[in-house]
Every structure is written in C-alpha cells, then in structure tokens.
C-alpha cells in the first residue's frame, strides 16, 4: 500500500526538474549533462568556475545545482553560502572527487542538502539528484560520518560563558545518523528500529536542520558582533 | 673564512653552527698554546738539559699547527696523529729535562698544547672521544713524571672534564640539528606532498573516476576496467591527501591521527567513514584499534558472504573514541554468537575482546540473520596506564 505522498513522488516528472552543472573538468561536466539530459533532467546551465555558477543559478534559478567543490574562483562552501543567501528556491547537490572532509562539511554548514563522491553510479546519482529536487537530504553514510562528527565535536566543546546553546540531537537522532552512516537504507533502518521509513527520513533531515539552523545563528552572532549588520 | 670540511664515519656531513665555532675556537686555541711552550722552554733554557731537543720537538708542534691552520680537514686520521705528537711531546720531557727539574714539578715540554688534541677529538668524536683522548694524554703525563704529583693529577682531571664537557656539547648540538633537518625534510615534504595533491586532483583522480563510472555504465568487460580505475583512484588518493597542521602536531606529540590509520583499509567492499577533524589517540591504543579492525575485516571477508559490504565509522566522544564495524552480509543466527562463546570457538571475537579490555575499553557485538554483524568498539584515546 502506497500513501498519496509516495505516489506523487513517484510520479516526479523529469522534464519539469531544471538542473545546473558546475565542474571545471570539461569531460566530466559534459558526462554529467549528458546523463541527466539523456534521464530526461532539463540542463539549463553549465559552469566551470565559482562566479559563473553563482551567476549562472542566480539567472535561472534551477530546482538543483549539481557542484564540484574544487571550482576556480569560489570555494565550494562560498558558492553555497551565495545562493542561500539569495534566497532562490534552488537546492545544492556536491559532486565532489575531493576527499577533503572539512570542505564538505563546510559546504553542508551553509547550507547544501546533499553529498555524493564521484566514483558513485550513474543510477545512484540520477536518484541523489530527484531527491534533491524533491528537497530530500542525499545522505552518504559518509556525510552522516561528517554530519555526527560535528555534533560530538560541538558536545565535547567547553561550555561557553555567554550560556549560547550547542546544538544536541537526540538519542533516536544520533541512533539513526550512526546506523546511516554505517551503510543502512532508511528502509533497513526502519525494520530494525521498529519506525516507518519516512520516520527515518524525519530524523535525518532534522539533523542537517539543526546543524544548519546553528551554523545560521553562529553567522548572524558574528555579524553582530563585528556590526555587519547596522547600515553605515 | 673558509669551512672546515669533516669527514665522520665516511660521509661527508653539514655541521651544526656551534661544532663549527667549537673547531674555529680550537684553531685560535691551538697557535696559542704553542706559542706559550715556546716562552716557557725559552724562560728556562739554562735548566734544560738537551735544549736542542727541545727546539726540535716544539719545532715539529710549530709546523703541525701551522699545518692545521691550513689545512682544513679534519677526520679520524688528523686528530689521531695530533693525540700521537701530543702524547710523544710529552714524554720527551723526560729526555729534555734532567730527572731532578721533572721530580722538582716542572712542566711538561708542550705546556698545555695537548689539550687541543683532547679537544678536538671531542668536537670530532663526543664525549667518548674527549675522555678517550684525555686519558691517553693523561697516561702519558703519568710516565713522564713517574712520581705523580698534585700538579699531574689537577692536571688529569681538568683535561677529562675538558674532553667530557666539550664532547656533551659537541653530542647535543649535533642531536639537536639532525632533529631540525628532520623537521625542516617533513615541512618540504608535507608542501611538495600539497603541490602533488593539487595537480593530481585537478587530472588524474578525475579522470581515473570518469573511466569508473563509464565503466560502470557499459558493463561487460569494461565494467572491471572501471573497478580497477576505482581501485587506483582510491590508493593515489589516500597517498595524495594532504598532511595538516594537526597531523605535523600528532607526530611531535606522539599520537596518531585514526583517520590515517584506518583510512588504509578502505577498499571496494570497505568504507572507512571518518569526521572532518583529526581523530588523535596514543599510538598504542591506535595501533590496537587497527589491529581490531582488520581482525574484524578479515572476519567479514571470510563469514559474511563475497556480496558483504563493510562500513567503518570513527567517532569521537570526547575522551573515547568509539570505532563501529558493521556488514551486511548473512549475519549470525540468535543464540548462535552465545552459543560459541560457550564452547570457546569465538576466537576472532575474543581476541578483539581482549585487545579492548587491556586499554580498559568495551566491545559489543550485535548479529541478526540477514542483517548483517555489528561490532562497536570503545576506548580512551589516552593510554590508560595498567
């Protein structure tokens, strides 16, 4: 038995999905554009540096941007960080050959919803990116690794003085990003933990949430702080 | 001024700032002290029973220490024949002088000359080589006087301080400048590693990740090509990734980054799943770690069916860290993990059981039919003294 919201997805029409591609690799920009064109995906732009894939998103405003992280120009985390900022309805799928940890989760701090390494399936990333489209959260167990990591590093971090608040998830949560990030599918995850899947999904989402949610706070506090914020 | 050229156990070595001002000050030391043995004989030239002796053998001293101020070598070799003349100087004193002047506590006919054989066998040699040297000027000193007295023995026992203390400097100086070459090799080594990373991250992994994935795509045979594409991706890049500040820190400090460590296990059916922090933890319990992992890989690799993927997950929690193995291969019935612990035929288990437990750590162990094994591991990253 299917519920109405699974039907729909189902149902997801490809040729309604516009995709931007940014790689500095010509060979591997026209491959993916190739593959997403021939999966019946709408590819309305390429780029090869940072300032032309943010102009580039900006101007059409795809459902999807499908990034490399190494760009000329802008880091991966700045080109993210630019179309958040610009408030455009377009979500950031990182297609990355780095494995450079640090730069990945920079990148999902500000704000891209998913992460998958190059060496992935042609199947497996058409599918990350429907579900970017959709606006679901594409969840490596590596990016769960990153995404837990970062609440135990901010646990293990002193108290502050100020009393600011450090984001902690919950016991179901870290349950969840753990069984994720060690090779579980969210329909394993489920039979295992006795919850549906879409239970699952809730969980995983609210983690990346709140890891953005904190690091938006944390920006906001900085600009204050160095008084971005007042008009001059 | 031109550098004095050493030559020690047979390659030709750069020295360190203060060796060479030790061989600089030596060089001064040396036309001194001759020149003092000179005044003296010539102070007392009316006691001296064969003065023309004496005048060839501080003769012979004069040439060799114009020799060292030109000639710059200095190897096994030279300061062996500088010890050799110091010791002969001395012992012509008793043919120089009449055995009565010696008895009286007259000194020797090189004055203090010989120290710098004792002082440049320590810069060569260290403190070894200093207190070696001073011993033998010492024996010397002692046949020549035959009846030592009080000015033999001060004598003796500054000359072996003398040796001692130079050679210690010589020593740590010399310790304290490999450790810098050390240190400065890794830094260019750590740069030129980032060069590479770079230029290989711009080309080869790309296209090493395109040929797997379009393998992948068409199947057949090239579908191994495309495995083999991935499984080279995967080695340059663990060889090429970058060294950090925290990484250079680790290795001062002595502990070792995990992710590193367990990175290497990483293969087609392994994922090592790592945060984007350095995990440090002491090498012992790192190493034992690594050795649990791979007890547990090889477990997956022979139980857990040729279709079984494995996930490592580093985690660290505060001061633990926590490394979770799972699989999904067939797994373990209920009551069958029990089942064999009983009759002792869990030895894969128990030896990582132990290994946790010597560094006071925990081990848990989770099996399902069908769902694969789990196994977590917890421990200190500091070494826990037992």
Known sequence: MTTPEEVSEDVLDETTVSVVVADDHPMWRDAVARDLTDAGFNVVATADDGHSAVNRTLATRPDVLVLDLNLPGLRGDQVCAAIVTAQIPTRVLILSASAEQRDVLEAVKVGATGYLLKSAGREEFLDAVRATARGKPVFTPGLAGLVLGEFRRLAAEPRRKDGREVPELTGREIEVLKLVATGMSYKQIGAHLFISHRTVQNHVQNTLNKLQLHNRIELVRFAIAKGLDTPT | ???????????????????????????????????????????????????????????????????????????????????????????????????????????????????????????????????????????????????????????????????????????????????????????????????????????????????????????????????MAADQERLLRALVSSVSAPDLDAVVGGDVDLRTLLGRYAEGAVNVIPPAEPVLVARRVADELAAAVSAALDNVRRHAGAEAQAWVLIEERGEDVTVTIRDNGVGVPAGRLAEAAASGRMGVANSIRRRMSDLGGTSIIDSRPGAGTCLELTVSKKQLSS
């Open chain 2, 1 to 227: 001024m031109r550098e004095f050229r050493v030559n020690r156990g047979g390659t030709a070595a750069v020295e360190p700032t203060v060796v060479t001002a030790l061989w600089s000050g030596l060089g001064l030391f040396r036309p001194i002290a001759w020149l003092y043995a000179v005044y003296s004989a010539y102070v007392r030239h009316q006691d001296i029973a064969r003065p023309w002796l004496a005048w060839v053998v501080l003769g012979v001293l004069g040439a060799w220490t114009l020799g060292m101020v030109l000639y710059r070598t200095r190897n096994t070799w030279v300061v062996g024949i500088e010890l050799a003349l110091a010791c002969v100087a001395i012992m012509s004193t008793r043919l120089v002088d009449t055995a009565e002047v010696i008895a009286g506590g007259a000194k020797t006919l090189p004055g203090f000359w010989p120290a710098a054989a004792v002082l440049a066998w320590a810069v060569l040699k260290g403190w070894r080589g200093g207190m070696l040297a001073a011993f033998c000027v010492g024996v010397a000193d002692l046949l020549e006087v035959g009846v030592p007295n009080e000015n033999t023995i001060n004598n003796i026992v500054i000359l072996v301080l003398l040796g001692g203390c130079i050679g210690y400097c010589a020593n740590l100086s010399r310790d304290g400048h490999a450790a810098l070459s050390e240190a400065l090799r890794v830094q260019a080594e750590v740069r030129e590693r980032d060069r590479l990373a770079r230029t290989v991250h711009d080309g080869v992994l790309q296209t090493l990740s395109y040929i797997h994935r379009r393998g992948l795509d068409m199947g057949g045979e090239s579908r191994e090509l495309g495995s």
